[in-house]
């Protein structure tokens, strides 16, 4: 046996990992929660809030909808708060869970676990078949068997890549595309055989190495962890030395590597944290298993802390977690008042192309433009009023009617005696909705000097 194992080999080649079957509850957990969030991703386009898809990521018409709430280009910079939001958040649940994410959550092993590698098992059979099977001959069997999983694989990846496509077009522009021509919608045809394609290189063949090699979590976790940390581990004191059950001076571990083959990633967990280690608690219910079997306390791997595993006592709160929590808390409160602060409509002032102003019989005319946006998910009206009372304000319309999400421009001239105009006068239009909320849109004059 090696010291180190993965599916990584030392010179950089790679072993094609054929994870045993494992029962129990973790296992069980994981499964209702890989489905439940598969449920949820495949359900949000059809469930409707306010007439309008749960999610729904318009980016031809730049207009946004999430759980009700609308959304357009302008406040992308929301975005900030929210992937800030979700990395401070990371950052906690590591620093008290390890990586829980990884193994419980995150999209590469809910569809890999959840999904693909049960196609796998279902038409290739179980591990040892598998191994046995591709240490022999090329057989029409095993073809067939190969073939078949790779079909499905395609036909799950074009699936997810349609599932992809309804958060960006709607079910109802889904369903329409698909009946016609590719021809007719190339981007979005293109765009779903590219997602596909990935999906089915990932799920098909890259899988564990995507954990392995490209994402940087496994990595940060080094610095993110603790002696307090809750990780999924090997119980050295109680396990070594490792013998044979009936073994008077042998530890617990019997080496039967039960953990190490149904490992999704090929490790050893009892050569200590590793980064290749998901945190998927397979190796726990694989070693609760053969405990129960030979009548010994489960625990010899599980959830536990370094200095539990240890023997000592595990301390919950201690300074980085204070610091991890004011963190979070400060990200709360920005991103609330982030999202509070966001207006319903966004009215500003332009200025049409040409001369800033014009002098007609005494007069200085300057015309803008007073573009309106309404960032509500129903028609919504505006009204215009001019708040300058010592200025001939001409607006070219004093409300208007602006349907989910879109725009207009309002002309305006605003005239001046040129003898009363100075540097730096402005003009004051005020924009009011339906649910009162207002703008006051500045309109800077220009002229010349006084």
Known sequence: ??????????????????????????????????????????????????????????????????????????????????ATGFAFALVAITAMAGRVWCGWACPQTVFLEGAFRKIERLIQGPREDRLRRNKGP??????ARIAASHAFYAGLSLLIAHVILSYFVSLPGMFQMIRENPGAHPEAFLWTFGIAGVTYFNFAWFREQFCVVMCPYGRLQSVLLDEQSLVVGYDTKRGEPRGKANSSNAGDCVDCRRCVVVCPTGIDIRNGLQLDCLACTACIDACDDIMDRLHRKRGL?????????????RRFWRPRLWLYAALAMIGLAATSFAFSSRRSF??????????????????????????????????????????????????????????????????????????RYRTGAVAIVKVTNRQGDFQLVRLQLAGPEP
């Open 1 to 82: 046996m090696t010291l180190f194992e993965s599916s990584l080999r030392t010179d950089g080649s790679r072993t094609t990992v054929h994870p045993a079957d494992v029962h129990g509850r973790f296992n069980l957990w994981r499964h209702v929660v890989f489905y439940g969030l598969i449920v949820l991703w495949v359900l949000l386009p059809w469930i409707t809030i306010a007439g309008r898809p749960a999610v729904f990521l318009d980016i031809t018409a730049r207009a946004f909808y999430l759980f009700g709430l609308s959304f357009n280009a302008q406040d992308l910079w929301l975005l900030f708060f929210g």
């Open 138 to 143: 090329w057989t029409v069997n095993r073809l």
């Open 301 to 313: 791997i599980r959830y536990d802390s370094f200095a539990g595993l240890a023997g000592s006592a």
């Open 346 to 419: 966004e009215a500003n002032a332009l200025r049409p192309p040409g001369v800033p102003y014009a002098l007609r019989d005494g007069y200085i005319d300057n015309a803008f433009q007073i573009h309106v946006t309404n960032k509500q998910a129903q028609e919504e009206p505006f009204v215009f009023e001019s708040q300058s009372s010592e200025l001939d304000v001409t607006l070219g319309a004093s409300s208007v009617r602006l349907r989910a999400m879109a725009s207009t421009r309002i002309p305006i001239v605003v005239r001046i005696r040129r003898e």
